[in-house]
């Protein structure tokens, strides 16, 4: 329908003819052009037999690369297509997407038995780009080694791997051409795939030990030859590394080019710093806090346009409900991981991963929040800009002939593999192979603003579903904009023409560099325009198995460029005013002597917080383990400490520090002289050491002048554990009191005092968040009234029932008494105006059932009223990816056993399903496997399907509508919308927010982060750290010297001190951080 | 294809037997192991841990068991009701004198069978089939003697489903967090998390609770070199790398491979790990007890009690057998010899996923001898064909008690048990068998088979 419409609309913007209505071709941005047309006949025809099959060999399916290139030098880019078993490829590009077939005359065919990526380099630098195809060789019966064709000139290559030292016998998967040493000429890192072996889920140490075939190498340019350095150069090279691409890019900016590495599998990333002495760092763990699992393509491009590259890396995770539910996903890791992270390796998550590069340093994850997670089983990352609107779009090349990980594929595999040997087995397997899934999947593609990314599929790109794996991107007719390529497994390859009309303005640049690197690999050049700076450096391995014209194509919409920098390989900048556009730019390298150097002058002086030592102390989490009491929930309510209380306990002027700990640690005091802070030891929390402190409040209780303390309790394996105590204060020494207040065994996150009845007492509000063992069930919160004699009684007109996360008493309406807020999961804020102790609830708008953690009371949009901002989980999380309407939890026996169960459904185009799997399901309620024989049968049923319509009816449902932080805006008193924050502030739930003065100015700081969640799920870390002026200023913590927070941030607390402030920055399962500040 | 064989003779008894008076259905031993055959294969299908298994396997047999033995003539049997836990009297009335126990007793089988695994449509598939073909022989015999049978069945469900079975499925996970050095930890390849954690709160047979017969404690974990602990683990190492040595045509592998009888073995092929499906220890015995009827050629009742009370011990066996595997909660020797000694060393067998002490074939090989000695005899020579369908040879055994020796030690021989999980778990096995002998009442005094 849509399509018809665009056509339509087309055909009347240019007036076209009725013929072309004829064709019923719809029209797509990208539009496959037919063989007829093109002459392009490639098929990468790949054939099985016993011998030869996913079975034997796992990347069977991996499909083949394409690169691109100006072979004879007539100025038009050739293409030349990979075949992984028959012949490769060259054709010659005649002009107007026709193409000649060379490849006979040429000699290229390729000599291996099994062929995989390709680049196009000039290795002898005689201006002729040679071709050099990996292969993979010594597995199985293959043959051959990596192949490199040197071009004669006269259209015959001849084969010379040999010569130049490059003939490697490996499993290799692509070779990247760039000059690491910075000696001018190219080097070249060649990715190497691992296979299972017994030894290959070993330790992650197993990386350092090289294997011969599998490890990546460095090799060096030695005058013309190539001599393996990786050892010297700190390449790993073990059985465990699975590489399936790298990107290469000057992440850091620091004039030297950087190497990221997708492994597949278990392996971690690697992400390796040039030291700029011959060596790399391998520096993963340092700068990225989330990686993929399957690791496959990957790319990088400055895509925010703030001069540094981020980095996309690609992974299997589908969008359609059908296969999460038939496929093997990370759910069904949790053992796994466990067992891996001992064995040294990251957490690692079955989702394509956008990661932001800030300042070089490190890296925040937002493939969640962009919505470019789960595009199914994607082999090349490319950014390009498709529309020159001066935006980075994505496209990405998907598809698998085969699905290996369907579940009832394992299961009937299962059925049939017994009473069969080893060699019988296989036999049969391969017999079998029929039976596993096709997965056939559109190419995606995606429209870049700078900021989002918005899914073209379908109208951009056709979304018929294909098997394409290596691409690339290459303006073949030269119009001006960029066309597409892809080598399809087992179909003919694709070319589509860019048939964009009226897109802006653009400048091709090709850049002519030194002798010995003609083409000016690694060259980066800077595109200004009034609205933004396009940064791109040239490297032509790019994506998957495949590489890229020597070229650099930036879009410009309507502007005009300004000026132009190029900084050469050897960090030499020269600058072009005014470029021409629309044309291709043909800049010689002209040595200037002038030095680029990213300048860090600004930050240096931002560096506000200096990292101190004030109080020594690690938060350590005790092993309760939520997910095998209730196996469905979606995260742990047993990790919400530290607790934190402050108050001046000597009356020396300055408050001392109490510190909660996880079951099995006692609580800490830390007492404050103005300049340090000395532990002070109390019997009474050694002795209740078994509890696990959630939170905890100074609150003078017996009226005697001095602070007495309230420790509220978490989950507990022992549930003699669970109550609330508290604790008077004799003279510095705290003394446990029994029954002087009302036993409270609900898992406790808050406590907030105030004389809310202002009757010269401080009172407790007592907030609960859970009951233990039972999710679904809401636990009531209450206020504690304080009678004046070390009493207390709950106030009986006040109780709310709700999972409460955090509450402060702040003056709403301006009344000089201060009213209560609350943040609850599962429900909405609660805002009570007080009056003399009576509270009542505000009216705010409708729709606002959240995952609140937290509240501030702050004027965001500087209109003079404090408005309330709310920390909620944000949209960097997996609820994001099916939020096409609220999140449900339902609560129930669903299986009438007599133990309630929670069951999420999230909302996909309009249908509610269970998030969980069959399996999942299945091992919390028997009903479910008798329900559903297989996977296929429960895949892409609805909720009410699974769990029964009667069974739904009865439950208890609760739900979130939003999902995204923000602010209730102050409006003369009434809180009537809500308005979300920035997406800086949307990369990970915000657990804590607090006030700073900085530079006397009010500022928030925000703290943030999960690792609550099940495998589902994974770890939430991207909040590093924000402070906020207001509305439009805002900035990374790292920004003024604080370290980036990949912790669950707990509290950001400052204590002032005699001359500074010191900042606590207390974690769960983390060491407590400290900095100093004026 | 043995069904559309058995279809055919039935059909062809019918025509026969159509124009003259209506024949009797007859239900015999081969019968009743047909039926114990589909319910095999289902609850190979659909993957039941050892423990499931055995109570998949006792409560048929014993809704069978009541049926065929409350014929008023019967006068060799006692029923169970009073014998079991809360086995209360059956409120049985049969509704005419046309009633065939024996068939009623296939019934009551079959229909409590297909309550206990998923894939129950294969079961009730294979009943119609029979229902068919019965209702041809004889309608009204038929249609009594399913009415009484499935009497039978409802009552047997009914205190079935009382055994905390349902209430155990949502109850907690092993926590696999658990950082103490003797707890245990999931085992390659798969790490699957530990199976029935909580078996020990199933309501036992025969048992008073299931810590009756817990077993005294093992060795006391340690890593000295001295240690009793550490000498079994290491001689776990020695013996297995001794073994590996001999080959693969070794004895002690052949043993180690027979007794294997693990339902999660994974298999990784390329891309693939799956389970290579097997059947369970009580399985295993299932198919001896079976063998022994054979040999015996015992009669429908004979078969039946033997079959009942063999499947009682085993299930009381795994119950008390996983009381004591949570409660010692002890490590593999796989995770210490990876960890500590050789980190490419792999055991003969696949490391089963649930604590080691102790060992569960061990225990229940011991009590379902106990039980088959006591019903069959000492010196019982029988060849063992159970393993013939999962690709195993045939194996010949002078008694009970000379296999249940050899499965117990089959698992030293692969590696996946210390030393001291085989002895006690004999012992434990025995004392349970011994137990089920004393505790039962079968055979009418006044009775001699």
Redesign the interface.
Known sequence: MRFINTTFAFLILIGCTPDAIKKEKPYFLLNELQTEQTGIDFQNLVFEDEEHS?????YYYNGAGVATGDINGDGLPDLFFVANSGENKLYVNEGNFKFKDVSEQAQITGNSSWQTGVSMVDINQDGLLDIYVCAVSGLLDFKGHNELYINNGDGTFTESAKAYGLAIEAYSTQAYFFDYDKDGDLDVYIVNHAV?T??S???ASLREKRVDFVGDMLLRNDDGYFNDVSEEANIYGGINGYGLSATLADFNNDGWDDIYVCNDFHEDDYYYINNQDGTFTESLNESFSTISRFSMGSDAADINGDGFQDLISLDMLPEEEYLLKSTEGDDAM???Q??LKKMGYKDQYSRNMLQINRNGEFFTEEALLQEIADTDWSWAALFADFNNDMHQDLFISNGIYRR??SLDF??Y???A?????EAE??KW?YNSIDKMPSGNVANKIYKGNSVNFLDKTGNWISNQPKLSNGAVYVDLDLDGDLDLVTNNFNETASVYENTSTESGNYLDLKLNYLSSNRNAIGAKAMVYSQEKTQLKQLFTARGFLSSVEAKLHFGLGNTTADSLQIIWPNNERQVVLNPELNTTLEIDYKSTGEMYASTDEKRDTNLIFKETNAIAYTHQED???D???E?LIPYKVSTLGPALAIGDITANGFVDVLIGNAAGKPAELYLNSGTKFTKSNQYVFTEDSHFEDNAAVFIDIDQDGDLDLYLASGANKNARYLADRLYINHQGVFDKTENLIPENSAITSSLIAYDYDQDGDDDLFVGNYATQGNFGETPISYILINHGDGSFSKDPNFKLQSRVTDAKWIDLNSDGIKDLVVTTEWDRPYLFLNNQGQLTAVEIPEQLNGLWQTLAFFDVDTDGQKDIVLGNYGLNTKFNLNFDDSLLMYHSDF?????E?TVLAYNHNGSYYPLNTKDELA????VI??RF?DHNSMAGQLVEDVLTKEAIQKAKVYRVDVLASGYLKNNNGTFSSFIPLDKEFQLAPINTISEIKLNSTNQLLFGGNSYKMNTYHGAYNSLKGLLLKNDKEFDLLSEFGLKPLHEQVKHLQVIPMKNENILLILSNNQALKTYSFK | MKLHRITYFLFTLCLLACNKEKQPISVERSDYHAAMDVLTEVMIHDIFSPPVASRIYVYPNIAAYETLNSNPKNSTYHSLTGQLTNFEALHLVPNSSEVNYNLAALIAYLDVAKELVFSGEMILHYRDSLYTNWEKINKSEFEYSKDYGLEVSKQVIDWMQKDAYAETRTMQDYNIFNNTPSAWKPTPPAYMKGIEPNWNKLRPFTLDSASQFQPQAHPEFSMKLESLFYKELISVYNEVNRIREHGNESEEIAIARFWDCNPFVSVNKGHFMFAEKKITPGAHWVGICKIAANLTEADLRKTVFAHTKTSIAIADAFISCWDEKYRSNLVRPETLIVEFIDPDWTPILQTPPFPEYTSGHSVVSSAAAEVLTDIFGDKFTFLDNTELPYGLPVREFESFEHAASEAAISRMYGGIHYQSAVYEGKIQGVAIGKWVNNQLEFIKKNNHL
Do not use: T
Not at chain 1, 54 to 58: G, T, V
Not at chain 1, 923 to 926: S, T
């Open positions: 996913i079975i034997n060999y796992i299972h017994n030894l889920h070993g330790k949790f053992n796994m466990a067992h290996p990980n394992k299961k595999v299962s059925s593999f017994r009473g069969k040997s087995g296989l397997l092993d309760y383990n997910f095998a009491e196996k299986d009438n056993n007599g133990v169960e091992g919390q309620m028997n496997s008798k024989k």
